[in-house]
């Protein structure tokens, strides 16, 4: 009863921090504060009340269409809310309670942002990975596991090793395929090292390229696309980290155990 209890409210924690990266994905792309103003309609500007902004509840509530213009509501935004809410309970589930879950819960709703905005847009902001690299470095250093060992600590040299690898790498293949990969990417990776170390930044760079890959040869196959068709990664390489971060060491016991 108690777990159910914990988990019902790491839901409703995880849901109200969704409806705020809501916010980041509409507003970080287009230079807008995330401060404010307030949450409003797009479409009439009106500003929601308390009632029109609880997080997946409002949405069913309201029919999906604002209350004063009867705009459309984008699914995306309880579909938000809701994915953050499962991701923080599965890591809850997953890692317990502890300074390194908050780091985690962190990163989660820094991979979906991340993920909705370069659908969108096809960049990823600096303004999640800048502070991500510095944040990676720190908690690196001193509370997270690493993903591939989870009983030792990370340690600051191995996350400096996975940010410098995570931006070594990305920077080379930028430079080899002549921009056919986007400074976001190199600095989302550099992220994604320093909080997780160089391992886990070669298995999230082949699990993203293999997803990426598969998507797009479905997207060759079904809706007619060419070779040179644009496939955002960003969203590819956030599914390979977090498959990673909850796997990681399940995968390499598996990779080991095969040879």
Known sequence: MQEIIL??????????????????????????????????????????????????LSYILLGGKCRSCKAKISFRYPMVEALNALFYVALIWRFGIGWHTLIYFLLASALIVITFIDLDFQIIPD?????????GLVSGSLMLPDPFLRWAMLGYKASMIGAVTGFGLFYAVAVLSRGGMGGGDIKMMAM???LMGWKSVLLTTFLGSLLGSVWGISLM???????KTKIPFGPYLAAGTIITLFYGQEILYWYLGRR
């Open 221 to 227: 196959i079904f809706k007619g696309k060419g070779r």
């Open 7 to 56: 988990y019902g409210i790491v839901f409703l924690f995880g849901s109200v921090i969704g409806s705020f990266l809501n916010v980041c994905i509409y507003r970080l792309p287009r230079g807008e504060s995330i401060v404010l103003p307030s949450s409003h309609c797009p479409s009439c500007n009106t500003p929601l009340k308390v009632w029109d902004n609880i997080p997946v």
């Open 192 to 194: 994604i090292g320093a």
């Open 127 to 135: 303004s999640i990975t800048m502070p991500g690299i510095f944040i």
